[in-house]
């Protein structure tokens, strides 16, 4: 039965990338699979040639907010994580859970009233009206992970490193930060996943290819021509999903180990 339930599972979730990959491959998709079809790689090759689409763009703009972004926010909760699970200050313990209680506010909620900040500052359709929230957005997750991996150290890592004549950010380069880099990691790239995928900010605060990403560029593919190309639209997403495969495949092992560590406070 746990066998049969597994299976059950990967087909229910690989099911629709198979579908994408198959409409990508057809030039005129068919949804009912009647008659004969004739694969090929146009509508990979229109996505990436044709500039009226502008998907390089679209993906060099999501690579680049999604990489400032991810580590912005792991470089900031790696000294808040830190000072959280080490040092003894007042707040330290209603500090983290207000940040966690905060970042349970929709973003739909706040959508306006940043939209009106940004267009005053002229910021919009730049990528700083894009990373400044996505940096609020994602510490708060970000933290919990390297606190919770922090908090698996042992203390007397530290104690030792101050009987050296080690400073406290000696401690924290040389010592504590090299031990916890699998879940620093693992928060890096949680983060860069949900930078990449989000959608509501982006095409707010951005109006055209210039800061526009993925989901939102995709999103607009029918605006641009006029139809809803179904091939080009699974095409763009195939490719925009390989860099969140890659990373996860090449580095799960990192991942898991620092999720599973630092998901269980000591």
């Given at each position: 039965?746990?066998?049969?339930?597994?299976?059950?599972?990967?087909?229910?979730?690989?099911?629709?990338?198979?579908?994408?990959?198959?409409?990508?491959?057809?030039?005129?998709?068919?949804?009912?699979?009647?008659?004969?079809?004739?694969?090929?790689?146009?509508?990979?090759?229109?996505?990436?040639?044709?500039?009226?689409?502008?998907?390089?763009?679209?993906?060099?703009?999501?690579?680049?907010?999604?990489?400032?972004?991810?580590?912005?926010?792991?470089?900031?909760?790696?000294?808040?994580?830190?000072?959280?699970?080490?040092?003894?200050?007042?707040?330290?313990?209603?500090?983290?859970l207000a940040i966690l209680a905060l970042s349970m506010f929709p973003p739909i909620s706040i959508v306006g009233y940043l939209y009106r900040v940004f267009a005053s500052?002229?910021?919009?359709?730049?990528?700083?009206?894009?990373?400044?929230?996505?940096?609020?957005?994602?510490?708060?997750?970000?933290?919990?992970?390297?606190?919770?991996?922090?908090?698996?150290?042992?203390?007397?890592?530290?104690?030792?490193?101050?009987?050296?004549?080690?400073?406290?950010?000696?401690?924290?380069?040389?010592?504590?930060?090299?031990?916890?880099?699998?879940?620093?990691?693992?928060?890096?790239?949680?983060?860069?996943?949900?930078?990449?995928?989000?959608?509501?900010?982006?095409?707010?605060?951005?109006?055209?290819?210039?800061?526009?990403?993925?989901?939102?560029?995709?999103?607009?593919?029918?605006?641009?021509?006029?139809?809803?190309?179904?091939?080009?639209?699974?095409?763009?997403?195939?490719?925009?999903?390989?860099?969140?495969?890659?990373?996860?495949?090449?580095?799960?092992?990192?991942?898991?180990?620092?999720?599973?560590?630092?998901?269980?406070?000591?």
């Amino acid at each position: 039965m746990v066998r049969t339930g597994i299976c059950i599972l990967v087909l229910f979730t690989l099911l629709p990338v198979v579908w994408m990959l198959w409409i990508s491959l057809v030039p005129q998709p068919d949804f009912l699979f009647t008659g004969e079809t004739a694969y090929s790689l146009d509508n990979y090759k229109n996505i990436l040639t044709s500039k009226s689409l502008h998907f390089i763009d679209y993906l060099r703009n999501s690579l680049i907010i999604s990489i400032v972004a991810a580590g912005m926010v792991t470089f900031l909760s790696s000294f808040a994580g830190y000072a959280v699970s080490r040092m003894r200050f007042p707040g330290n313990i209603a500090m983290p859970l207000a940040i966690l209680a905060l970042s349970m506010f929709p973003p739909i909620s706040i959508v306006g009233y940043l939209y009106r900040v940004f267009a005053s500052m002229g910021m919009l359709n730049t990528y700083g009206a894009l990373i400044l929230p996505y940096i609020a957005l994602a510490v708060p997750l970000s933290l919990w992970i390297i606190m919770s991996y922090f908090a698996q150290i042992p203390r007397d890592l530290d104690k030792a490193g101050f009987v050296d004549g080690a400073g406290r950010y000696r401690v924290l380069f040389k010592i504590i930060l090299p031990i916890a880099l699998p879940g620093i990691f693992s928060a890096f790239l949680l983060v860069f996943i949900a930078c990449f995928n989000e959608f509501l900010f982006a095409l707010m605060f951005t109006v055209d290819f210039r800061a526009q990403t993925v989901p939102v560029g995709i999103a607009l593919f029918e605006g641009l021509h006029g139809e809803i190309p179904w091939g080009n639209i699974m095409a763009a997403s195939a490719v925009a999903s390989i860099p969140l495969i890659a990373l996860t495949l090449l580095f799960q092992k990192y991942v898991i180990h620092g999720l599973m560590t630092g998901s269980v406070r000591g």
